[in-house]
């Protein structure tokens, strides 16, 4: 063999002697050199480092050893070369607290359990060999049977994670008849027990004073907020966007007062700044009886005032950090996040200023519960139910590695009793074939002072006219100012490009919407009349590096851009004008629309629904309206459902502004305020409109 040359062999008992070849034995160092750190001239001898990762180097240079040699070792050394023995695993309880468990794994090999210490050097090795007491080494295969691996599996726990750490969990991740076998009698006997004691099927009525008709999906996710609730939970609701989330909590908070002892707590959301008045919305519309006070950011926060006059209040996530004192020095019956992957990041201060809010009642909204990592879940599961996937350090370990193909299934095991999701596929059958919801904005300081002045110039010219004569005489003139109204609505800039650094709350709803829908993977298709404002967010789009379809009565090639935008499995942004793309086109790989500017005529709007909503079409449709509260938007939607019979039969603004009387043009002009305070008829918060399909 290479670097060894054999001149005589005998064995030494008959007298004979091995003479080796001398001269070849230069030839040995640079293969004993792989697994030998250094020469030792006083011992005459080779040295090796015992390192915790030495029995996998020793075992690896063995078996590259050449042919013919025959290698000697002392009992200790040897005992690396022997056969594994096998490994069992199975969980002790060694601590508990209510309904909490602290689960150890036991190793036992040979039928011996293995102390902490020599588990803990099984780990530390980073291989299979555990180092006995007496300095030999033991080499062990684990003999997990397909039931039993699949058992510790089903617990969000990986088979060989044997550190000697304990997993805390609670009663109901562990009360799977699936699991039994990787527990002893009497720890089997503890859990079952505790799990008797929660409450799984909890399915109360739904409170009479909801005003709105809930879907089959919709109660059981009230049914789920109120078995998280009876158990003193905290979970998350992770339905698909467009699916209700909102009602279903104002179902769950109106069940949660009228079950409360006494005079009912307040209740605290907490919401992106562009959900703001949509929430505002949904409770005047769905829970009419809960008193809701919407934060603004020029309002102070007044905690007094709060429990005497206040249900619900609602703020963003800047306002829970500003107010984090005061917040957190309430008791609240229920603390709601809305989107609440703004506290992914458990490190950020809205994530710790959320945890430090005080309730029992803790429910996460979401429809993407894990944007880019698995700390994601963590961070929100810390705030709704702290302690139910350990600490970060335990989280990290255990689930966020990389590569780690195995963690998410895991994961998922852990969060079963705690976190519900449906995706619009999953409820497909509940669903009606198109759904239309109205999406509210608040205008900015900047953006509202360029409203007021336009419209201060509008009342001083228009209101002035004192005849229906005069009114059709200057119709023209009241076209363009109600456009100019409209135009700053979109975006100030459209009414003078010197305002394109000006805010737009309806473009920041828009994108609040676009980072939902394609954190859940879907197509959507936004409409404007204004070619100008489709620019706009094009260069945001661009900005941001997101994948767009743009399609306007310029473009060219209509039928390539269609074809690029139906064929892609991107989750992608069709920007379409109302005129070009309201007509003749068919888009059935997009399932949700946003018209970003209402049209004068809804028949209009329902045709550019209509682009997704036709044969071809295999999901449902939800499409969004976005409206400026308490401007002329809001008022020519009113005028929209008064005059509907007559708009069925008109084409576009200028057969709308002929049928504006002098009684419209005095409501359209005069000073904004909330319609709903106004006392009109026409219920303008139309948030899951179910429409049925004609």
């Known amino acids: 063999s290479e670097g060894w040359s054999v001149v005589e062999m005998a064995e030494p008992d008959s007298g004979r002697i091995m003479h080796y070849d001398r001269t ?38 063995v078996e590259s050893m050449p042919k013919g040699i025959n290698l000697e070792t002392d009992e200790l050394v040897g005992s690396l070369l022997k056969d594994p023995v096998k490994a069992s695993l199975r969980f002790e309880v060694v601590g508990e607290e209510i ?34 007491k007496g300095g030999s080494w033991v080499r062990v295969a684990f003999d997990l049977g397909e039931g039993q691996r699949e058992a510790v599996e089903r617990l969000g726990i990986d088979p060989y994670d044997i550190s000697g750490d304990s997993h805390r969990m609670h009663a109901l991740q562990l ?13 089997w006997d503890k859990i079952c027990k505790r799990a008797e004691e929660v409450k799984l099927r909890v399915s109360p009525a739904v409170p009479s004073n909801l005003k709105a008709e809930l879907r089959p999906y919709q109660v059981e996710g009230f049914h789920f907020l109120s078995y998280l609730a009876t158990n003193s939970f905290g979970g998350i609701l992770a339905d698909d966007m467009g699916l209700g989330k909102t009602v279903q909590s104002l179902c769950w908070i109106l069940w949660l007062r ?19 008045d949509v929430w505002s919305g949904e409770v005047k519309k769905f829970s009419p009886d809960i008193r809701v006070q919407v934060l603004r950011t020029k309002d102070e926060l007044d905690m007094d005032t709060l429990r005497e006059d206040v249900d619900l209040l609602v703020l963003n996530y800047a306002q829970l950090r500003v107010g984090e004192e005061k917040l957190t020095k309430q008791e609240w019956l229920a603390v709601i996040l809305d989107e609440g992957q703004q506290i992914k990041n458990p490190d950020s201060m809205a994530a710790k200023a959320s945890r430090k809010l005080q309730s029992e009642n803790r429910i996460v909204l979401t429809g ?26 335990y989280f990290r370990k255990r689930f966020d590695r990389r590569k780690d193909a195995t963690a998410q299934s895991r994961l998922s095991a852990r969060l079963r009793p705690f976190l519900l999701r449906r995706t619009k596929g999953q409820v497909a059958m509940d669903l009606p074939p198109r759904i239309e919801e109205q999406v509210y904005c608040s205008m900015d300081e900047t953006q509202a002072e360029i409203y007021q002045n336009e419209m201060k110039k509008a009342q001083e010219t228009i209101l002035g006219m004192g005849s229906e004569k005069e009114l059709r005489k200057n119709s023209l003139m009241v076209l363009q100012t109600l456009m ?21 709350a309806k473009l920041n709803a828009l994108f609040y919407l676009l980072d939902q829908l394609r954190e859940e993977g879907h197509k959507v298709l936004v409409f404007s009349q204004f070619v100008k404002m489709l620019d706009i967010i094009k260069d945001r789009l661009e900005d941001e590096n997101r994948p767009y379809s743009y399609l306007t009565g310029q473009t060219q090639d209509r039928g390539k851009v269609i074809e690029e935008f139906q064929t892609t499995e991107d989750p992608s942004v069709f920007l379409l004008s109302l005129k070009a793309g309201g007509s003749g086109l068919n888009l059935t790989s997009a399932s949700y629309v946003i018209l970003y500017d209402p049209w004068w005529n809804p028949a209009v709007e329902n045709q550019a629904i209509d682009r997704t909503h036709r044969i071809g079409q295999k999901n449902r449709v939800i499409a969004y309206r976005l409206l400026m509260r308490n401007t002329i938007e809001e008022k020519v939607r009113v005028l929209q459902e008064q005059k509907q019979q007559m708009l069925d039969d008109v084409l576009g603004e200028e057969a709308f502004s002929r049928s504006l009387e002098m009684k419209d043009i005095k409501y359209l002009f ?17 948030t899951e409109q179910w429409i049925d399909e004609k």
């Open 24 to 61: 070849s034995l230069h030839r040995v160092e640079p293969f004993i050199g792989k697994i030998a750190s250094s020469y030792d001239a006083v011992h005459d001898a080779f040295k090796a480092k015992l390192s915790k990762t030495f029995p996998k180097k020793f075992t690896e240079w």
């Open 99 to 132: 309904d909490w468990f602290d689960l150890k794994v036991v190793v036992n090999v040979d039928g011996e359990d293995l102390s902490e210490d020599e588990i803990r050097d099984l780990v530390e090795a980073r291989g299979d060999f555990v180092r006995t």
């Open 175 to 187: 009360n799977d008849p699936a699991v039994k076998e990787v527990f002893d009698v009497k720890a």
């Open 258 to 276: 009228g079950r409360a002892e006494g005079k009912p707590l307040p209740s605290l959301v907490v919401c992106p700044k562009s959900v703001l």
């Open 368 to 393: 993407t519960p894990i944007e880019n990592r698995l700390m994601d879940v963590w961070s929100l599961m810390a705030f709704a139910m702290p302690g139910v996937l350990g600490d970060k350090k």
């Open 484 to 504: 100019r109204l409209r135009q700053i609505c979109c975006h100030p800039a459209l009414l003078d490009s010197a305002n394109i650094g000006a805010e737009s």
């Open 670 to 686: 005069s000073p904004d305020q909330d319609l709903e305070e106004e006392g009109q008829a026409v219920d303008i918060i139309e």
